[in-house]
């Protein structure tokens, strides 16, 4: 049996026409300019997006960190949620590397930052205070169970940010899966956006990879910010070439991996000892609970899933009970029958076999 990896959308591989696009790419010196692969896919997003301009980067997080350095200046403050990627995991880069403040505020369940919380955070024109000048969103929101934030919440940031004279970045790593969710296209759903970075290997299982989109002038900074933070890549048209798939192909058809989702936390929610909000569960992402009452611990069901099921999935918080799943492009339905019944067997319940179970 293969592996059923829920650990996250990153850990997707490369589809065979990808690798075939790969082999076959037309490449040339991206830091010249020269790399008509990388070009073309910088155009495709740009396009996609409604923007000027893309350019291609080598991870989610340098497209958030290219973004937010091109917005500020040193000794500048940017609004973001606590429970941001940004904030949390990209290892404080842009205090490291730009000099900047973050001020945080709360994510509510629905992946937004209140707006008086927001406006109540921009800094006064006085000399005692960092200047204001960046507001962040996430969407889908990591934080929230994968929430996706609608466009009119997106709208009303967006017009906060214009009456204070701030830009509006987007971490859209995994933005298509919210446009999906909304039922909307990612041109209408950033389009308030000052900037989107836009991850390729995510759930869209390119190999390396996001690009970020905005305006011909913010591309241009984000271009030297890009080579000074070491990510110039030459022959990067040979990974462009899986990104082209990637906008094309993957982005279309991630309500398989939301229906899947949904099966699953349906059929989790179904057994003792486990707690599943089925609210939040909106995209491919969700969090279950293994109550303290289970006839198991956190670390042995990990261990067991693995060992005996092949099922590889991560605790979030294990003094919480709580782990993350998310479901890809190589988790097809059958598997998460398999799924339902490891878990099954492993934390009790004796609920009758769902139907469909494949080997
Ligand atoms: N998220 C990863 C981990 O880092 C947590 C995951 O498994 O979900 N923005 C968002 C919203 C992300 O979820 C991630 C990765 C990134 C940015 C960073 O992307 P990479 O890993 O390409 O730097």
Known sequence: MNVIDLRSDTVTVPTPAMREAMANAAVGDDVYGEDPTVNELEATAAEMFGKEAGLFVVSGTMGNLTSVLTHCQRGDEYILGKQSHIFRYEAGSSAVYGGLQPNTLEVQPDGTMALDQIRGAIRWDNPHEPITRLICLENTHGGASGAPVPLTYIEQVAAIARENKLK????????????????????????????????LSKGLCAPVGSVIVGSKDFIKGAHRIRKSLGGGMRQAGILAAAGLISLREMSTRLAEDHDNARLLAEGMAALPHMSVNLERVRTNMFFFTLKPDAPISVDELTR????????????????????????????????????????????????????????
């Open 168 to 199: 509006l970045h987007i971490d859209g790593a995994r933005i298509f899966n919210a446009a999906t969710a909304l039922n909307t296209d990612v041109k209408t759903l950033t389009a308030p956006a000052d900037s989107v970075s836009v991850c």
């Open 304 to 359: 067991r899933l693995h060992e005996e099921y092949n099922i590889i999935i991560r605790p979030y918080n294990a003094e919480r009970g709580e782990f993350r799943v998310v479901t890809h492009y190589w988790i097809k339905q059958s598997q998460v029958y398999n799924v339902l019944d490891a878990m099954r067997s492993l934390v009790g319940g004796g609920m009758k076999q769902v139907e469909g179970a494949a080997d």
